[in-house]
């Protein structure tokens, strides 16, 4: 069984948030619901840790231990493993191996985890489909690592009401910050928002008089970059000078918007494509268009950038964790183990090697430590857990980074980035790790 490694990192003061503030940034539940009467007062502090936002007296029909026997727990997931973002189907891959690898160890308190996973083509009402099916005829205990804004949005209600845990969403809406209004859900990337501070962080240190432009999908995750970019931009002598938009859902590339953008007097070209439209997006970059590029850290993995016929030097991006292709972290104790473990539970030497599956992996190891932290294996005991974490780093997380929450004033797990730099083939560090434990909530925007 994997273990915490010895990295420690402090954990900074949390900042408070107002419940009118999370509620203008989410329609939420209504005021008269008691997981929003957590707070001391208008603009007071919120209760700290889990015990202050979990009720399951609001629950429709609560089932505490639904899914887990003397021997197992059932987990169900829904991610693309088709179409245009089958790409991410990797993600699947690593959790499977994880689970694999935990159950080898003992399983999580001598339960063995079945995994029961669905396809969904990154399609909301696929999902949505999906997760019904897994909660009322599968029966699982909790549902991990659903992938896509738009689709834990078309179930959050519904996981909400039923009070089923959703563990380490493998996406990084800053609507997952909302743990007061919606706390059976927890994030399980850094917040999109973060991930421009991270950036926005950067330039000042390289280009502090950036222009930006902005390739954005037609969803959330597209609000979440640019109202972001909007908002750390105010203060400083950076700009977003131009944005152009792309239908996430559509089969068609995004050359005319990547042309348009071209024309601008922009010096940093912000990639906020998702899937193959990402690596593709960079194909259609002009040679003569003298611009840093960024990409996300959903777009970042070698399978990924294996698409980009060529186009990828030089590109920079965000990383929580360590990077199976990179040869410095290749060295870390955590990544030898997951090259070689990972490979006696169900990859490939090659998968392995590709960064997608990396990402599963390091999402079983995330929820197995909510579930072996928990007092009792319950969907409230969980949830409660999910909110008070206080741990070292796990899976492939970078050293130094840790798994720390604290309820509503402190709702995401993974809040430590670095910047990489695309140099000869793999990502090379840029600027160093840099932690923001209690703030990603500050850079939302809209």
Not at 196 to 223: C, H, S, T, W
Request: aromatic share 6%; glycine share 10%.
């Amino acid at each position: 069984m994997t273990k915490p490694r010895n990295w420690r990192r402090s954990r900074l003061l949390a900042g408070a948030l107002s419940l009118t503030m999370i509620a203008a940034a989410c329609g939420g539940r209504d005021d008269g619901d008691s997981a929003s009467d957590t707070t001391s007062g208008s603009g007071g502090e919120e209760a700290a840790g889990g015990d202050s936002i979990i009720d399951t007296s609001i629950c429709a029909d609560y089932q505490a231990t639904e899914g887990v026997t003397d021997d197992t727990i059932k987990l169900g997931t829904s991610m693309p493993q088709s179409g245009p973002y089958a790409v991410f189907g990797g993600i699947l891959n690593g959790l499977k191996a994880y689970y694999d690898y935990q159950n080898s160890q003992g399983g999580i308190d001598g339960r063995k985890i079945e995994l029961i996973a669905y396809d969904d083509e990154y399609k909301p009402d696929r999902t949505s489909d999906n997760v019904k099916k897994l909660v009322e005829e599968d029966k699982v205990f909790a549902l991990v690592s659903v992938l896509g804004t738009q689709n834990n949005l078309a179930v959050r209600d519904y996981l909400d009401e039923n009070c089923v845990p959703n563990l380490g969403v493998a996406t990084g809406s800053p609507q997952w910050g909302e743990a007061v209004q919606y706390p059976w859900l927890q994030g399980g990337i850094p917040s999109y928002a973060l991930e421009m501070k991270r950036l926005v962080d950067y330039l000042e240190e390289v280009e502090p008089d950036a222009k930006i432009a902005l390739l954005r999908q037609n969803d959330d995750f597209g609000d979440a970059y640019e109202n972001s970019l909007e908002l750390l931009t105010k203060d400083n002598d950076m700009e977003l000078v131009a944005t152009e938009t792309y239908d996430a859902q559509a089969s068609t590339d995004t050359k005319a918007q990547v042309d348009k953008l071209a024309q601008s007097d922009a010096t940093v070209f912000v990639n906020g494509a998702s899937g193959s439209q990402c690596p593709n997006t960079l194909k259609f970059v002009p040679d003569n268009w003298d611009v840093l590029t960024y990409v996300g850290i959903t777009c970042n993995s070698k399978l990924a950038l294996s698409l980009a016929g060529g186009k990828e030097e030089g590109i920079i991006s965000t990383q929580a964790t360590l990077d199976p292709s990179n040869t410095e972290d290749q060295k870390d104790p955590a990544m030898q183990e997951f090259l070689t473990e990972s490979v006696k539970h169900g990859l490939t030497a090659d998968e392995a090697q590709l960064g997608v599956a990396a990402l599963g992996w390091s999402f079983g190891a995330m929820t197995t430590e909510l579930l072996e932290k928990s007092p009792e294996l319950t969907r409230e005991d969980v949830m409660k857990t999910a909110w008070s974490m206080d741990s070292d780093a796990v899976g492939l997380m970078l050293p130094n980074s840790g798994l720390v929450t604290d309820g509503g004033n402190d709702p995401w797990l993974l809040e430590s980035l670095r910047i990489v730099k695309r140099t000869d083939g793999q990502w090379v560090e840029a600027s160093p790790l840099k932690d923001y434990n209690g703030e990603s909530n500050d850079f939302v925007g809209g």
